[in-house]
Structures are given as structure tokens and as C-alpha cells.
């Protein structure tokens, strides 16, 4: 993919916002037209093109697979892109947090043919929700840590902004090392896709009890019961407070037993089979 400059900002009748930084990517040229400020939000080099690769690259690894989710997912027609992540400025390193929404243009094949949108540096925002959770949690958190069960709070980019100290020993980590971090961090490839699933019904409005398998620092599997009930604030989606229970060891009785009834079923048949052939 290539890149060319842009010094006009795009006219888009789906926001009402003012736009920070500006993509239109034809999809059918692999061509991304950007603007001067998409280039310094990103510090990037406005005298050189840049891939589509590129700009991921900038993106913090635990966030790059939910980024590329919603832009698969925005290419198949299911919906409009719009979501949170970080980067790391290429010219600084600086760790900024950025919004993105746009639109998938379809062409009368109904192949996606265009793509363009918006990006907003929303980092003091996120520092000042940080700042004003922290305060809360200072409140809170010696009630949250007598707790047996670990509570997992989580924001709608289902980002970590809360855990308590039962939770991330549950984990095998710190309190510190959740904060930030996706659900996803915590989950093996194969079930992502299943626990956004639920994360999406989160966002219904659908609360929810149940079984799931998560993964230790040490990468251990961590079977968990939870109970999750989703947040909205003046009727906005902002988040999920989950309820946790480590289910590890009742679980490994239950396959334990599981394997112990299949054999037993194994050696009944056996024993049939021969009485039959007597």
C-alpha cells in the first residue's frame, strides 16, 4: 500500500465531530490518502510512503488483534468501524491513545471498495479517566481485596481499568500488570473470537454466568466461572464489572471423573462382549 499527503480535511456526514486527523484508502488501488495531521499524530515522515502494515506496527502488540477484528469485520459489511488503542509515535516513541471511526464503501458487486475515516488523540482524556478511577479505586479497594472472588472491571474497548488484588493473584500477576490490558491478553488465539463474542453481548445489554478458560503468566490454563453484567452510563455501553471465581480445581475433579466413568463404560462393554461370545 502506498500513501499520498493531503492537506484538506474530509467531509464525512456521519460524525458531527471535528476531526484531528483524516484516511481515505482505496481499497481497489491500495492507495491511502492522508492529511498532514494523520502524519503527526502517528510521527510519521511526511516525505516518505508508508504501508497499511506500517501504520499496525505503531499499534501496542496487546491491542493489534482487536484492531485488525474491527477492521475485518468492517470490510464484511458488518458495521461501521469505531474503536480505542495505543500506539507508540514512531519519531518519539511517546505512547499516545488514539480513536478511530470511519465507513467501508461497497461497490455494486458488493466488494469493499473504499475506506475512509477519522482519527482523535483522546490521551488526555484517558489520563484524566485513569486519574479520577484511581481515586475511586482507593476507596474501594480494601473492600474489593477481602473479597474470595476476583473482580475484573472493563471499559467498552474492553480494555482492563480495574482488577482486584484476588483477581491478578488468580493470574499469577500483579494488579499493575492488568491495568491497560485487554481481556484478550488473558485468553489462548483459538477463543478470542468467542470471548468477543460475549464481550458483544455485553454491549446488548446481556448479562451473563459463565465457564471460561483463561491463561496464567505462566501460561498455565486458569478455568474460571464468571459472572458479568454490563455498564451504561445515561444509557451509553461504558464498560463491564465481572464477578470471578477460580474454577480450576473443581473443574479438573469434573474431567477426572468424566475419565474414570469412560473407562468404567469401556470395561462394562468389554466384559458384555465376552459373556456374549461364551
Known sequence: FSSR???TRCSRD???DVCSSDLDWDLRQSN??????????HGLDTNEDHS???YLNLILEEDRP???????MAMTGACDYEGEFRIHRKNDGKLRWLKTIGKVSFD?????????GAVYDITEQKLLSLKQLEEVSESYEKIFDSFHEGIWVIDNNAITTYVNKPMSDML??????MLG?????????ELRHLAMIKFSDRKEGISDRHEFKLRRKDGSDCWVLIGAKPVFTEGVFSGVVGVVTDYSVIKKIQEEKDRKIIELEALLSERSEKKQQL
Open 5 to 7: 499527503r493531503r492537506h
Open 14 to 16: 456521519w460524525s458531527s
Open 32 to 41: 491511502m490518502i492522508l492529511n498532514a495531521e494523520y502524519y503527526a499524530l
Open 52 to 54: 497499511f502494515d506500517d
Open 66 to 72: 482487536r484492531v485488525r477484528q474491527m477492521i475485518e
Open 108 to 116: 455494486e458487486l458488493g466488494a469493499p471498495c473504499r475506506s475512509y
Open 172 to 177: 499469577g500477576l500483579t494488579q499493575a500488570e
Open 181 to 189: 490490558k485487554s481481556i484478550i491478553s488473558y485468553v489462548e488465539p
